[in-house]
């Protein structure tokens, strides 16, 4: 006979090191060493994690294509009972990583299983907090699309995205990525380009998106490895501080010669990425 007294078990979502393993918790470490079972992204990674610190535990692997199956299978598990750590191969769990679809059934309100997190490692953090660009609004990106297009479709949707913006890139697309960006953001963009966090080939470098891509066509050394991109966000000029830099006012000046004074505008706007309104209000002030 079914037993509906069993008390099911808790979920701990544990943060595990980007890179460093000494960056791990103790209460990781804890954690990983009391529950049952712990479900890996991939196992023979988290294994390494665990015999580096000693600890022995059943894993499981927990993959993002079998995730919604796997979900329900282990959603079982904890009801009946079982202590529950979800790592990913590195990082916070469900960070571009797999564990969204047990999360959102253990949180269902009929099921009363604790879910616990235990933070720790985050490389979109980490690269956002040394970055230098403002950190009190930003925006997560993920990966932008492989795909050309729907790449370049959402670089428009964010062109004039005003919060910091962090997105992930793999070595092979990096460049083709930044150009996309340049061709969209304006060659002006301020970007800082995270690698290797807390690795041995940890760099961290920031620049206008066109010196960057010079900087790193000099040696792609400087792309191998996992990558974090932090654009800074699009920047609103104050009405009271209308002021443009004299390449922008040349460029504006030069085109009305030649064409008429909204064309002009409009083409200047999307060279610099400024917001042609700005740019309209600013040609009128000034009486040029
Ligand atoms: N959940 C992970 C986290 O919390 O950091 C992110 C996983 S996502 C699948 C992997 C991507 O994260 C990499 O392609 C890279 O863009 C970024 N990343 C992970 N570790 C990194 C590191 N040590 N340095 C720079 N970027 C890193």
Known sequence: MKNNNIKPG??????????????????????????DFLLAEDTRKTGLLLKYFNIKKKLYS????????SAKKFLE???????????????TPLINDPGYRIIKL???????????????????????SVSGLPTNRFCYEGFLSSKKTKRIKRLQELKFECRTIIIYEATHRVLKCLDDIKNIFGENRYIVLAKELT?????????N?????KWIKLDLNKIKGE???????????????????????????NLKKELPIKKAINITADIYSIKRNFLYKF??????
């Open 10 to 35: 808790n979920l701990y979502v544990v943060a595990t090191p980007i890179g460093n393993y000494d960056d791990i918790s103790k209460r990781a470490l804890l954690t990983l060493s009391k529950v």
């Open 209 to 213: 998106i066109s010196n960057l891509i």
């Open 62 to 69: 927990y993959h993002s294509y079998n995730e919604k199956q």
């Open 283 to 288: 040609y009128i002030k000034n009486k040029y």
């Open 77 to 91: 598990k904890i009801k009946q009972g079982y202590n529950t750590a979800l790592v990913s191969d590195s990082g």
């Open 199 to 207: 690795k041995k080939w940890e760099n961290i470098h920031g620049d």
């Open 106 to 128: 253990c949180r269902k309100k009929y099921i009363k299983i604790k879910i616990i997190p235990i933070p720790g490692p985050c490389s979109a953090i980490s690269a956002l």
């Open 227 to 253: 990558i974090i991109l932090i654009i800074s966000g699009y920047k609103i000029l104050s009405k009271t501080n209308m002021q443009l830099s004299p390449k922008i006012i040349k460029t504006l000046l």
